[in-house]
């Protein structure tokens, strides 16, 4: 039987049939050249689940999303763009899985809404295009790992604008290594957490590697943790131009709060927080010109510690109940204390050794500490400061 498209009560070759048989089924046999020539009507095949064991360039319609897919060798990828994406665990979305909901966006990236519900996942979620905002309804979107996923988010290298907001991370298993409940690799640019809460987020909640620049940590809640540590609810490296405001971080075993260290640290902001029961709430470990500012420690080691890092304004912040208020070493320089708020503590300001240059101490309330200050530095002005 030769090919081509045959009626499909066709007997044998040249069998050329009745005539009420060509108004009934054809079908197409062998490969056919459709060069300059057209389908009519087409329909891809519709679905409303993945197909198994699909090949590259495969094309399916998923009629409950109302959008069409391609098959790249990797992923579903959607050939009919969706720039809002809902998941919803109990089915009434686009997908049930985060991942799949993020690979649903187009290249130029889109929203993710994650309904109320618990998602437990058991590999990471990779963010890796621009421009993608994950938002869940609030506390009642929980995110959970079943096993150690290391990351539970991880952010490509040079991703940038992406938003991760509303929902609330519980890490059934410690995150392993150097792990962090959401990562960016690195250089994001002008990327956004807000209004999030984590729960056992040991041993880092936040992390943001390598030439970071305008991105933005707000309102968040970083819960007790119970990993022996060191823990850091939020971790900044070689980034700058950066706000940290509004959070509240209730410490825990070996916990430090935020610690900007590695690299290029300057322009960065940290405003109005709430940091309690940390070995170390604030530490800025080089650069400089960053603001410490507005913000409430209390039952720490070091409240503040500046080390080979110059140029700061720490100032207006209320620090209590501890061992050392504000700690300045390693050739930290042309920093300026005022208007703090120190008391209750071993040691009120430390500046450390001679390599301290040239920092202003001033209009600062030391009282209530057992040493209200201890000047190890050269050239310190010293001034109207109360003890």
């Not at 204390?337 to 301290?356: H, K, L, P, Y």
């Amino acid at each position: 039987m030769t090919t081509g498209i045959k009626h499909i009560a066709v007997k044998a070759t040249g069998d050329k049939g009745l005539a009420s048989e060509w108004n009934d089924i054809h079908i197409q046999d062998g490969n056919h050249d459709c060069d300059q020539n057209q389908f009519l009507n087409q329909v891809i095949e519709n679905r409303t689940s993945w197909p198994a064991g699909p090949v590259e360039g495969q094309i399916i319609y998923r009629t409950d999303y109302h959008s069409g897919f391609l098959w790249d060798n990797t992923k579903w990828a959607s050939i009919t763009p969706i720039s809002t994406i809902v998941v919803a665990a109990d089915g009434t979305g686009h997908t049930t899985d985060i991942q799949t909901g993020i690979n649903m966006l187009p290249a130029g990236g889109g929203v993710v809404y994650i309904k109320e519900g618990t998602y437990t996942i058991s590999s990471k979620i990779t963010i890796n295009k621009d421009n993608v905002s994950i938002v869940g309804s609030g506390h009642s979107t929980i995110i959970r790992n079943s096993i150690d996923t290391t990351n539970l988010i991880e952010v490509a290298a040079t991703i940038d604008y992406c938003t991760i907001e509303g929902i609330y991370f519980w890490c059934d298993a410690e995150l392993g290594g150097m792990g962090a409940v959401i990562v960016f690799l690195g250089a994001t640019t002008r990327s956004r957490i807000s209004n999030c809460w984590f729960n056992h987020w040991e041993p880092r909640g936040i992390t943001f590697l390598n030439a970071g620049e305008g991105i933005i940590v707000e309102n968040c809640v970083f819960e007790e943790v119970f990993g022996a540590g060191p823990n850091y609810a939020v971790l900044i490296n070689n980034s700058s131009h950066a706000f940290l405001r509004g959070n509240f971080i209730y410490g825990g075993t070996n916990v430090y709060g935020f610690q900007l260290i590695t690299g290029t640290i300057n322009f960065i902001s940290m405003v109005d927080n709430k940091i309690y029961n940390s070995a170390v709430p604030i530490s800025v470990i080089g650069n400089g010109k960053n603001v410490i500012s507005s913000n409430v420690m209390a039952e720490f080691v070091y409240g503040i510690w500046i080390a080979g890092s110059s140029n700061n304004v720490i100032e207006d912040n209320y620090i209590e109940t501890g061992t050392l208020g504000i700690y300045l070493e390693s050739n930290s320089d042309n920093n300026v204390m005022d208007s703090n708020r120190i008391n209750n503590c071993d040691w009120g300001v430390v500046i450390d050794a001679a390599t301290e240059d040239k920092n202003i101490l001033v209009a600062n309330s030391l009282t209530g500490n057992i040493t209200g200050y201890l000047d190890g530095g050269t050239s310190t002005e010293i001034a109207h400061n109360t003890f």
